[in-house]
């Protein structure tokens, strides 16, 4: 039986399932890959224009398959800054929304800082590409690690530098020109802290969603408590990110302490802001905490609506909360050292009457072949049903990334991953995971000491197998 154009050269496909196995002649133009089979289905991804099979068998798919795990995730491309040197560490930080990544790279120039802004090109994510646009603050000075974190929301991108302003820190607003994101260009918004002292470190974490930019400053101190952290919430002026701002709001912990290190990650989604503390506690075991929008708006100094804990967080130096990322109704956070450094991310699901009060997880995430080390969850990226954690040690620093997909049941349990993700090129201490980022069918990995510290970000994009409702026959 033939579908489509016939072209190419026949090629032989052998096809193995759990009840059967059989042998077809096929003719396509692109890669075909057997994603699933079993005695009633197959699965397959590729451009198929023609195919004779030898041995009857029915296309149909699984029902009991869980469809997450039917997805093909590939590394597709490779970013690098075309004026790239040792020590840029290019890749400490990423983020991506839709077709735009921004890659931080707060080593370059002495440690002023740059971010790269890459645009998808019209064939899509694929390989080795440098940025359309470089973006650098109009006042730039040795040392401020400018790039420190990074933020992007659809023509917005907010970006961090922890030792600029004196050492205060400060974080950067960039639009998107009409033009779109080409040259090199600077801010049109400064954002700093209306109470910032020296060596608050704000910029540590950057989230932007909508008009609503969060800055944290990991160890501000507050209330005579040093290094306790706070974050600050920026709102958009009528008139837009323009000139230099300051806070409308601050956030802080209501049973915050000193060292606490609130701000070290940040995530917002709509009204909803979610900040970690992984030095909370005596034993370090870590929190974070949620905080909504009032009625009246991000005004004041404000204390969190519910606070976020590992049920299994009794051991010491856990780390939760050192990476955070919201999506929807769905929270998660990274406890790099929970489990011998091994790492583990956990799953918050708003519950029915809202964030409030004390939390525990709904799912912890973990790696099926995680070891001592790996440090799973040192980064964490969330985006609808699928979460991205890096683990930046895996495999004597190489690094990897694992994939998580929401089972169709929700998120509960103790669940592993649909996949792992690694680097085609990589080598000891590149720390690969040490930042992810993920939009929807794109992912972007960090691996900031990659070449002697000059940084890389590879792309993976999520590609849904096809589906051929057909019986196949003998011809």
Not at 35 to 46: D, E, K, N, P
Not at 285 to 313: C, N
Not at 318 to 336: P, R, W
Request: glycine share 14%; net charge negative.
């Amino acid at each position: 039986m033939r579908y489509l154009r016939q072209t190419g050269a026949p090629r032989r496909l052998s096809i193995k399932n759990l009840t059967n196995s059989f042998t077809a002649m096929c003719r396509y133009n692109k890669p075909l890959k057997v994603l699933f089979s079993t005695g009633l289905g197959i699965l397959l991804v590729g451009l198929v224009v023609g195919i004779v099979v030898t041995q009857p068998v029915m296309a149909g798919p699984s029902p009991k398959m869980d469809q997450a795990r039917l997805l093909q995730v590939e590394q597709t491309a490779r970013l690098i800054a075309s004026d790239g040197v040792a020590g840029d560490t290019f890749g400490w930080s990423v983020a991506v929304d839709g077709d735009t990544i921004a890659v931080g790279a707060p080593g370059d120039e002495a440690g002023r800082g740059s971010v790269y802004v890459f645009v998808k090109p019209e064939g899509g994510w694929r390989g080795t590409l440098t940025e359309t646009a470089r973006l650098v603050p109009s006042g730039g000075a040795d040392n401020s690690q400018f790039g420190y974190s990074v933020a992007v929301n659809g023509s917005t991108i907010i970006i961090g530098a922890i030792y600029d302003n004196s050492r205060k820190g400060a974080a950067y607003i960039f639009v998107k020109p009409a033009g779109g994101w080409h040259g090199t260009l600077t801010e049109t918004a400064r954002l700093t802290a209306s109470d910032g002292t020296v060596w608050d470190s704000f910029g540590t974490a950057v989230a932007l969603s909508h008009n609503t930019a969060i800055v944290s400053a990991s160890k501000d101190e507050v209330g005579g408590k040093i290094g306790q952290g706070s974050a600050y919430v920026f709102t958009q002026p009528a008139g837009g990110w323009h000139g230099t701002l300051t806070e409308t709001a601050k956030l802080v912990a209501s049973d915050g302490a000193e060292g606490d290190d609130f701000g070290r990650s940040a995530g917002i989604s709509g009204d909803t802001v979610v900040i970690g503390a992984p030095v909370f506690s005596a034993n370090r075991s870590g929190s974070a905490y949620v905080f909504i929008r009032p009625s009246g708006g991000w005004a004041g100094t404000l204390t969190e609506t519910a606070k976020l804990v590992a049920s299994d967080s009794g051991g010491a130096g856990d780390f939760f909360g050192v990476s955070a990322g919201i999506s929807g109704n769905t929270i998660v956070s990274g406890a790099a050292f929970h489990n011998s450094n091994q790492g583990a991310l956990y799953i918050f699901t708003e519950p029915a009457g809202g964030w409030h009060e004390t939390l525990t997880e709904t799912a912890r995430l973990t790696a099926s072949d995680g070891n001592w080390n790996d440090r799973l969850g040192v980064s964490a990226g969330i985006s609808g049903d699928t979460v991205v954690g890096g683990a930046d040690l895996f495999d004597n620093g190489k690094g990897a990334a694992y994939r998580f997909d929401r089972p169709q049941d929700g998120w509960s349990g103790v669940l592993t991953e649909t996949a792992r993700l690694t680097a085609t090129e990589a080598m000891a201490n590149d720390n690969f995971g040490y930042a992810v980022a993920v939009s929807g069918s794109t992912t972007a990995i960090g691996a900031p000491n990659s070449n002697g510290s000059q940084g890389v970000v590879y792309v993976f994009v999520t590609y849904t197998p096809i589906y051929l409702p057909v019986v196949l026959k003998n011809p």
